[in-house]
Nanobody, 115 residues
């Protein structure tokens, strides 16, 4: 399974950014997609995941600010980020868990929140 993430970059505090991740290859369905992030010197943490049926789960630090959604016709998962803070600065990794609980990760995309 290949996961190609895009959309990272530099954004000012309070700004918005949308990440995208397209899934390709031999993936299974139904599946779980989502995003994790890792800041320097910290462990990778949950940002948001979305199940095949659209149900979601968010990390506590991003609730009410981030939204995850998916387009199963395009095999793509998105992360809409708003009200960004400096502490959101991290490498964001796209996440896939398939029907057989196989897990794959994208290469990561850097989000920097700074003025």
């Amino acid at each position: 399974v290949q996961l190609q993430a895009s959309g990272g970059g530099l954004v000012q505090p309070g700004g918005s950014l949308r990440l995208s991740c397209k899934i390709s290859g031999s993936f299974s369905s139904p599946n779980t997609l989502g995003w994790y992030r890792q800041a320097p010197g910290t462990q990778r943490e949950l940002v948001a995941i979305i199940e095949w049926d659209g149900s979601t789960n968010y990390g506590d630090s991003v609730k009410e600010r981030f939204a995850v959604f998916r387009d199963n016709t395009k095999n793509t998962v998105y992360l809409q980020m708003a009200s960004l803070k400096a502490e959101d600065t991290a490498v964001y990794y796209c996440y896939y868990r398939g029907y057989w609980n196989e897990v794959d990760w994208g290469q990561g995309t850097l989000v920097t929140v700074s003025s």
